[in-house]
């Protein structure tokens, strides 16, 4: 059987939020077969709207389609789409400077499969809400704790890719970091358990005097949108940015660690602990660089720096 990767997706329409039907024997609930993706509105001082690289949200679903052996809609269809509901949920959008409107989409095979297949259909689906501050933390240092045993994704697996199956995987080691007080844990590769992966739900960085150094895509860690716009930014404020196996090892004597994600933005990380001894950065504060790239992907975001990269995309 082939993957039905040339599915058309019909034109859909606005509906209020509420729930949703499902056939029971639906490829999303039997099998996983299901990818979301995650950006975020931003209200500017002149009341319009931004939006923050979408298409690459609507890149990064239809490579993870492929993987998942389902269709996806056209760039066009997603951006359309993602418009229209933001466009719908304006006043949703709260003020500039307080947060911002998330916006999630999903596609999920909803056919029925009873024999484990690819389902015969497909939804898209995109709902939004207002959000502040991702971590309890709100902007302050983050802790995060090395997980040893657990791991989010093998090679040949599915952790390049945004598929809910990830996220599942994840959640016990998470409740587990959280009920010991830690805001979430960093996962090492499963080959060697010695290279540093991802955070549940952000990448990581690592700075050691003018070098920033992230963990290289290879197949086990999801290509990040804030990842690689910080990458962007650093280079252009003269860092060298080095993405390559990053060793736990390095975590003992960097200068200043963070985190990176759409929902994450920029999070400066107080303190991993890794095999019980806490190693802490800084004084309890933001490192100077992390706030220093903070500063400018966030005034990008608002349209308070000129986009001089095209990364937003304006709505009226
Ligand atoms: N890694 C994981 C596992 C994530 O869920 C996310 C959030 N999408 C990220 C990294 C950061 O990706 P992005 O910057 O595109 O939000």
Redesign the pocket.
């Known amino acids: 059987m082939k993957c039905p990767l040339d599915g058309s997706f019909s034109k859909g329409e606005l509906q209020r939020f509420g729930n949703i039907e499902l056939n029971p024997s639906s490829g999303i609930l039997n099998y996983g077969q299901g990818l979301f ?3 975020k509105a931003y209200r500017k001082e002149d009341g319009n709207i931004l939006l923050f690289r979408p298409e ?2 609507a890149l ?1 679903m239809k490579i993870g389609a492929e993987r998942m052996c389902m269709p996806a809609p056209t760039v066009e269809q997603f951006l359309e789409a993602v418009k229209a509901t933001v466009l719908a949920n304006k006043r949703w959008v709260p003020p500039p400077g307080k947060g911002s409107l998330y916006i999630r989409p999903l596609l999920m095979g909803t056919g029925p499969v009873l024999g484990l297949a690819p389902a015969p259909e497909y939804t898209f689906l995109i709902y939004v809400s207002p959000v502040g501050n991702y971590f309890k933390e709100g902007l302050a240092p983050i802790n995060l704790v090395v997980e040893n045993e657990l791991h ?1 994704a093998t090679p040949g697996g599915t ?1 390049s890719v ?1 598929t809910i199956g ?2 599942a995987a ?1 959640l016990k080691a998470q409740a587990a970091a959280k009920a010991k007080g830690y805001s979430d844990v960093l996962y090492l590769d499963c080959v060697h358990k010695r290279y540093l992966e ?6 990581i960085f690592v700075i050691k005097g003018n070098v920033i150094s992230t963990p290289a895509i290879k197949g086990t ?9 910080i990458i962007d930014v650093a280079r252009s404020q003269g860092f060298q940015v080095e993405e390559r196996l990053v060793s736990v090892d390095e975590l003992l004597d960097a200068d200043e660690v963070f985190c ?5 933005v920029v999070s400066p990380v107080g303190s991993i602990t890794y095999l019980g001894k806490r190693i802490s950065y800084g004084d309890g504060g933001t490192g100077v660089v992390s706030q220093q790239l903070y500063n400018i992907l966030t005034k990008i975001q608002m349209g308070l720096l000129e986009d001089d990269k095209n990364w937003t995309v304006e709505l009226r």
């Open positions: 993706e995650g950006l690459e949200n990064r989010r952790g945004k990830n996220y994840v991802e955070v549940s739900s952000c990448n860690i999801l290509p990040g949108i804030t990842r690689k716009s990176t994600g759409t929902a994450v």
